[in-house]
């Protein structure tokens, strides 16, 4: 190569966005029932989504990806390239992803916003403030925070066991410092020293019930039933105990309309909510999703992680919970990614390896079975890379083919929607085939325990769950609380199907050690917490922020 | 009376708002050069601020206040009327103001965007997130505090003392349990533990740098310049030795375009920056009031707490450093107040008292002096309220007629700018008579301590100042590592004139103790704290919070 390749953010600049409305005008949304944010960002009012409710759905299409490995799958990318390549084959498509968390741009992480020829943008605001949601979810949680050591400071009426409050503080930064602190220390007016910490904003229980939420009366709903911890006769106390969910609603309200940004083709996007997808669900807005099955014929949207995580949890905590039916899927994979699940080093992946591909293709393998348990239609797409050799190619083409799965090699890094119409036409069709015969893996009416057990027999291939006295008896209090009906949110690696992140392909026959168990009441799932997982993530010894600042144009520089 | 008086909230939400265009249009602000937030909130562009640097200048009139007392002033109200007033005289007027935090609406005081007929709206955002200003203030202080601990945490090459780290984090929330924490707690991968905090947004350095900045190339310089702590052998650690000052900026690009808004008789307002005003300067951004001043030929514009702090930081700090010169100031005061100086208990104000009224005129009469020795011509606007007798305000307007200074019955909290419609007539008159003359109180070349005690026998009456010989040391090392021609900023009660809160009307022959000095090496002064200064309010007993919620119709109630 002559030149040098354009950065995301070159690409991003050199975009010809269209001003907000003319993107709202092809959703035949009016101009005054969007809460604009300067040109090219703008909230849509959720009076006017509510008045859409009798309009047909369109289709709803999921990405996933095989297990990520360092080497990059690009599930953002296809998405958006998805989206394109529809658009340019004249289906009306529009994409539903997450918001990026402003913490992890300042880490390694940089932007989350797509890549290359296929992004959102504004992308410096899309990573960055946005229109505020995370600020607004992470005051919200403060809120409840602050309301609950102030009653323990008043005197405490409901009798919080200071030692069992799980409620965490949050701030969108990632600081390990916060992980664990002592707060109130100082003497009699701060009030009584606790064990504490904060997590990142993303991995906050609020984050998890906003991307839940089907209104504002249900997030009310929703706040109101958190658990903040237990009294010290074990009763679990309630946030609207401390009078919290009004408030913290009011925080939220305005955060609650999804926002719309446009692609660089300009089609339309919407980019709402942001939990984790290991302790919570992984997903964009449900009040996005909805939103954008009324306004477009396809929607296309993507979940956390691989699809042992991101999709199971699509399926099993949003789709069961919202009433959403997925009708195809995409499962992203890269050559590089398959060399890396077949034993290559990150080093080594400049080298053309056809038989490490071979190796890693048992990972794609049990992510397609996967994805059929489920009953949805899907095809996979490879993100293709300049270095991807034709045999290497040929080798994944060749096991789809053995699968009976369709799979595109896709072009919409460096071409955008147009090298991937290929995917997009069959993915159309896959999607109005009516083929899809969805249903979530396990009933509601499982145990917890069977619950996860499940997940990690079909879906992991585990030979069995594991869990000690502790965990036992935190399941019974649960069930016998009325928390037994709620689905399971693992968290887990999301490295390897087995709880070793090292553990790279296809591993079967392992035991998933249960180590603790959380509970969401507002957001209506069971954590079940399987390794070391963390909520608060640190920088790295050079962070990305050490590149980032404004240049003599006002331009931002340095977020890739 | 028959009707119960309509709350804040109700009166602003029957104000007819006009598109934010339209209230640009009325200072001939291009409608691309403003960056929307919704229909009636806007940021107006850097450059096109830029552009007007050869306009000439209108006349900055400063609103201040006597000493605060429970009973209430009606600071904000009064700059709120005042430039309705003006715009209804026919003047093209605007006013600045401070964004109100976000914490303390939860807490006591409600939302801070005027009250009754003298409103700054939408009140609701304005008190809430508004633009997101404060949020990213706060990220970007917290990005710099992760920092720290990051470097800390990778082997410390700078040699930071992590028992020297001032810099500490910021949350925009009422909340005492983080006043004092001990952070890095939970093994080796959390990092060093140590001693640490969380203030309160507006306590932020960062809020009082993002207010005194003149552009975004000063504000990067003034955040490289920020001393986070010191080394081991007392060497100030910079902000940019851990490249920060690049990626706060980035997180500050947007947030320093002032907000444009509107009072409730549709003219307009920046509300922008907001700073405390006892370990900061306590007023509006030096950008806003530039902007203003290009834009408008009358501005009007408030200073924290009562004149010995506010204005007195507005003078020394603000318009020293800002080559701002104030051509006419207002002294607000109430009956109420003046007899709460006068020693009447907050439950008998309802009784008339003109002896109490004669004895607190000496709290008003030791502002007026004050404010003459800055050279700023004045009135003095009493804020009427309906139990005020006519004996009462007579007591002052003859009090003022002795001092020379001319005063006004103001009844915009119940009319608008009709009811000060006479005090704008005459302020507008004072302001462009020629007669101001400022010029700061001391010197940029006088010793630190020559320049408290200074403001303390100058402003307080004070016999002297007092310090130990820990403060002396501190004072020798500000002025040996080069800060010693920065202005003082004091932090005491602004309940009086004293460090004494309880004591009120006009004490003097009082000494000043020094207990501690804080370097704000950013924002270019040096912070005395004299007396217990809270920089993280806690919550009442019974916070705001528990009222506030969203009612049917997606208002949002208990705001007020």
């Not at 993915?427 to 145990?447: H, I, T």
Request: glycine residues 10%; neutral net charge.
């Amino acid at each position: 190569m002559v030149s040098k390749p354009k950065s995301d953010i070159e690409i991003a600049r050199e975009a010809r966005l269209k001003p907000i409305e003319e993107i709202a005008a092809k959703l035949a949304i009016p101009a005054d029932r969007l809460y604009r944010y300067g040109p090219t960002k703008a909230k849509i009012d959720l009076g006017y989504i509510a008045s859409l409710k009798d309009r047909p759905d369109g289709r709803l299409i999921l990405v996933t990806a095989m297990s990520p490995t360092p080497a990059g799958e690009g599930k953002t990318t296809t998405t958006v390239g998805l989206g394109d390549g529809l658009n340019r084959i004249g289906r009306k498509a529009m994409i539903c992803l997450r918001e990026p968390s402003l913490g992890p741009c300042f880490g390694m992480k940089g932007g989350a916003a797509g890549g290359g020829h296929a992004q959102v943008v504004p992308m410096e605001d899309i990573n960055l403030h946005f229109t505020g949601d995370f600020h607004a979810i992470a005051a919200a949680n403060n809120l409840l925070a602050a309301l609950i050591d102030n009653h323990i400071y008043w005197g405490n009426e409901i009798g919080i066991d200071t030692r069992r409050v799980s409620w965490r503080r949050v701030v969108d930064m990632n600081d390990r410092a916060l992980r664990q602190i002592v707060s109130s220390l100082g003497g009699v007016a701060n009030g009584y020293p606790r064990e504490d910490g904060f997590d990142i904003v993303v991995a906050s229980e609020v984050m998890a019930i906003f991307c839940l939420a089907t209104d504002l009366e249900d997030l009310t709903a929703r706040l109101g039933r958190i658990v903040i911890g237990y009294t010290r006769d074990r009763r679990p106390v309630r946030a609207a105990e401390l009078m919290a969910a009004g408030p913290m609603t009011a925080l939220l309200r305005d955060a609650l309309m999804p926002n719309l940004v446009q692609t660089l083709e300009n089609n339309p996007a919407l980019v709402h909510g942001g939990p984790f997808a290991n302790i919570a669900h992984g997903c964009n807005s449900v009040i996005a999703t909805k939103a954008a099955l009324k306004m477009a014929d396809y929607v296309v949207t993507e979940a956390g992680f691989g699809a042992d995580l991101g999709a199971e949890k699509f399926f099993d905590i949003k789709c069961r919970k919202a009433g959403l039916a997925p009708d195809a899927a995409v499962l992203v994979a890269t050559v590089r990614a398959l060399k890396m699940h077949g034993g290559v080093a990150k080093a080594d992946l400049g080298q053309e390896n056809v038989a490490a591909v071979e190796a890693g293709l048992a990972n794609l393998g049990r992510h397609i079975a996967n994805v059929r348990k489920y009953g949805v239609p899907l095809v996979v797409g490879i993100n293709g890379f300049t270095g991807d050799t034709e045999a290497e190619v040929a080798a994944v083409l060749e096991f789809c083919r053995a699968q009976g799965v369709d799979c595109f090699l896709n072009r919409h890094w460096a071409e955008g929607g147009k090298g991937i119409e290929a995917m997009a036409a069959r993915v159309a069709e896959l999607a109005d085939s009516g083929q899809s015969n969805f249903k979530p893996l396990y009933p509601d009416g499982m145990r917890l325990a069977e619950k996860i057990r499940t997940v990690a027999r079909s879906i992991y291939g585990a030979e069995d769950i594991a869990f000690d006295a502790t965990v036992a008896k935190r399941f019974e209090q649960l069930e016998a609380d009325g928390f037994g009906n709620f689905p399971v949110c693992i968290a887990k690696t999301q490295y390897s199907f087995s709880t070793d992140a090292a553990a790279r392909g296809a591993p079967s026959g392992h035991i998933v050690p249960v180590r603790e168990v959380r509970l969401s009441a507002g957001a209506e799932f069971v954590v079940a917490i399987c390794g070391d997982i963390m909520t608060m993530p640190g920088l790295p010894r050079v962070p990305a922020a050490n590149a980032i600042h404004v240049n003599e144009k006002g331009e931002i520089e340095g977020l890739f």
